[in-house]
């Protein structure tokens, strides 16, 4: 896969539906959102069944938290949409670091909730260390990392902070 793949299926998606919320997303292209409520279960899922996409969301996280989830589902769907059709992803592949599918849906997560002008904006008006960065655009250090990580490879002067953790949205 390119260093642009990823990004550039997001701007099409972007310009097709005219929004970046995952949630609008997955119900232009008729995703079924299904939220569960269980303490002990993974943060999210993806499944295709009968002819049909299907998102579970742990309804006991945040709403930011959520969309995160919702962000990284809606990856597996647009750039994995062949494996989910032969074996769903749940909690026990989900959140795999050694994963490469579960490496791009948090990179599709991180490129469609976080744009780069405000990645850029943000970068040159607060002092430039990861936490700093998170708290100025509202968001997680895992999610913020990858996002650094796509512009880096992008070739957008930002190098990333950190390793990338391909964990960040698995339960502690």
Same mark, same amino acid.
């Given at each position: 896969m390119? +260093?642009? /793949? ?5 701007? &099409?998606l972007?310009? %097709?539906?005219?929004?970046r919320?995952? @949630?609008?997303?997955?119900d232009a292209m008729?995703?079924?959102? +299904?939220? /569960?409520f269980?303490?002990h279960?993974? &943060?999210g899922?993806? %499944? ?5 996409? @299907? ?14 989830v919702a962000?990284?589902e ?5 750039l994995?949409?062949?494996?989910l ?13 050694r ?10 997560a991180?490129?469609?909730l ?15 260390d990861?936490?700093s960065l ?11 990392n990858f996002k ?24 502690p």
């Amino acid at each position: 896969m390119s +260093r642009l /793949y990823v990004y550039q299926k997001i701007e &099409k998606l972007v310009r %097709r539906h005219g929004t970046r919320d995952p @949630f609008e997303l997955l119900d232009a292209m008729h995703v079924q959102v +299904r939220f /569960y409520f269980d303490l002990h279960s993974t &943060k999210g899922f993806s %499944r295709y069944f009968l002819r049909q996409y @299907f998102v579970g969301i742990n309804g006991n996280l945040p709403r930011e938290e959520q969309r995160i989830v919702a962000a990284h589902e809606l990856g597996h769907i647009v750039l994995h949409a062949q494996a989910l059709k032969s074996s769903p992803l749940f909690d026990t592949a989900v959140y795999d670091k050694r994963s490469g599918t579960e490496y791009e849906a948090n990179l599709f997560a991180a490129d469609l909730l976080l744009r780069d002008e405000d990645v850029m904006e943000a970068a040159g008006r607060t002092e430039t260390d990861l936490e700093s960065l998170c708290l100025s655009l509202g968001t997680t250090p895992g999610l913020m990392n990858f996002k650094l990580r796509s512009m880096y490879r992008r070739g957008i002067g930002i190098p990333a902070a950190a390793e990338c953790d391909s964990r960040f949205l698995a339960r502690p």
